[in-house]
C-alpha cells in the first residue's frame, strides 16, 4: 500500500489531469456548462505574519507562500496582462487556462516583495489603489477597524457603532459583521462618523499611526511599480462600499482616485475593482459611470468562474487562502466552476 501522503499526491495529480485537460474540449465544457475562459486571482498584503491592523480580516499571504503560489501557477497556466484581457473581449485570442493576478489595496508590501517576485516569474499584475492612503497620512478602515478590534475588542466597536445609530440594542459579534452588515448599510457621511468616533475612542492619532504603521505606498513607490510591468487600477478613493452611496458619490470616490493616480503614476487607469468584491455593489447606475469615466474592466471577487466570453465589466476573482498547491488548485478550478453552476440554478429558478 502507498503511503498516504503517495497517494494523496496521486489522487491530486489526478484531478488536476482530470479538470485541466480533458475538460479544455469546447464539446465536454459545452456539455456539462463547466466553460471557464479566463482565471483571475486576487492577493492584498504579502508579509510574513498579520499585524494588529490586518490580523482577522484575511488579506495577508506570506512572501514564502506567495513565491510557492507562483510557482505554481506559471506552471499550470498561462499569465496574461489586462492588455491581453480587454483587446481580447471575446475570449477567443487568449490562451488555454489564461491567468491573470491582481491585487487590491495599497499595502507597500506589493511594491516591496510581491513585485519582485511577479517580475522574476514573468507574471504581470494589476495593483487597485485607493488614493487617499498614499505616502501614509491616512488608515484605510479596514485597517481601523481591525486594529481597534484587535487591541481594545468587539466591545468598543459597538460603542462607535451605538454612537452612530442611536440604538442601544444594535451589536455585531465579529469583524465579518461589521464588514458584512453594519458598513454596507452606511453612507459615506455615516461611516466617516464612525470612523471618528472609533479614532476617539482608541485615542488614536491617525497621521502618526498610519505613519508608524508603514502599511501603504508611498508615491514613489507607486511610480516605480511601472518598471516590474504593473498597471494601475481604480479602486476607489477611500475603499468604500457602494451599496448605501447616491450618485453623487461617485465622482468623489471613482473620478478622484483616477485622476489622482494618473497623475502620480503617469499613466492611464482603465480598470476598477470592486471594494469587497461583492456583486451587490455593482448597480446598472455604477457601470454607467464606469464606463463613460474611462474605465474598460470591472472586477469582483465572488470566487466563480468566468465563462467562455466574459463580460468586460463583470469579470470575477478566487480571492484564495490556500495555504498549499493542492488546495490552491480546487480554489481555481473545482470551486468556481460550482459556484457558477449554483448561480445558474438559481437564476433559472427565479
Do not use: W
Request: hydrophobic share 40%; net charge positive; proline share 4%.
Amino acid at each position: 500500500m502507498a503511503p498516504r501522503s503517495a497517494l494523496g499526491k496521486l489522487t491530486g495529480d489526478a484531478l488536476r489531469r482530470t479538470l485541466l485537460f480533458p475538460l479544455e474540449s469546447p464539446r465536454i465544457l459545452r456539455m456539462v456548462g463547466l466553460s471557464y475562459s479566463l482565471r483571475c486571482i486576487v492577493f492584498h498584503n504579502v508579509s510574513a505574519a498579520p499585524s494588529a491592523f490586518t490580523a482577522g480580516i484575511n488579506v495577508n499571504t506570506s512572501p514564502q507562500r506567495f513565491e510557492k503560489t507562483l510557482r505554481f501557477l506559471t506552471a499550470h497556466y498561462r499569465p496574461v496582462s489586462l492588455e491581453d484581457v480587454i483587446t481580447d473581449c471575446e475570449g477567443r485570442g487568449l490562451p488555454s487556462r489564461a491567468l491573470l493576478v491582481t491585487f487590491d489595496d495599497a499595502y507597500s508590501s506589493v511594491a516591496e516583495v510581491a513585485a519582485p517576485l511577479c517580475r522574476q516569474f514573468h507574471v504581470p499584475a494589476v495593483f487597485f489603489i485607493n488614493a487617499a492612503f498614499l505616502d501614509n497620512q491616512r488608515l484605510a478602515p479596514d485597517n481601523l477597524v481591525c486594529y481597534v478590534a484587535n487591541v481594545l475588542g468587539i466591545d468598543t466597536i459597538n460603542t462607535a457603532i451605538r454612537a452612530v445609530r442611536g440604538d442601544e440594542a444594535l451589536r455585531v459579534a465579529s469583524l465579518s459583521e461589521v464588514f458584512g452588515i453594519f458598513l454596507p448599510a452606511l453612507s459615506l457621511a455615516e461611516r466617516e462618523t464612525f470612523l471618528a468616533v472609533l479614532r476617539e475612542l482608541a485615542g488614536i492619532d491617525e497621521r502618526r499611526t498610519a505613519h508608524e504603521a508603514g502599511l501603504y505606498l508611498t508615491a514613489e513607490q507607486l511610480r516605480g511599480l511601472k518598471s516590474f510591468g504593473f498597471e494601475i487600477g481604480n479602486h476607489t478613493y477611500t475603499h468604500t462600499y457602494f451599496r448605501s452611496l447616491s450618485r453623487q458619490d461617485f465622482a468623489a470616490e471613482i473620478d478622484r482616485n483616477k485622476e489622482e493616480l494618473e497623475s502620480l503614476s503617469g499613466t492611464n487607469v482603465r480598470s476598477f475593482s470592486q471594494p469587497y468584491g461583492s456583486s451587490k455593489d455593482l448597480s446598472s447606475e455604477l457601470r454607467g459611470h464606469l464606463k463613460n469615466s474611462g474605465h474598460h474592466a470591472i472586477f469582483l471577487s465572488e470566487s466563480v468562474a468566468n465563462p467562455r466570453r466574459p463580460d468586460l465589466f463583470r469579470l470575477d476573482r478566487i480571492n484564495s487562502c490556500a495555504r498549499n498547491d493542492k488546495t490552491l488548485f480546487f480554489e481555481i478550478e473545482v470551486l468556481p466552476r460550482l459556484r457558477a453552476i449554483r448561480n445558474r440554478l438559481f437564476q433559472n429558478a427565479a
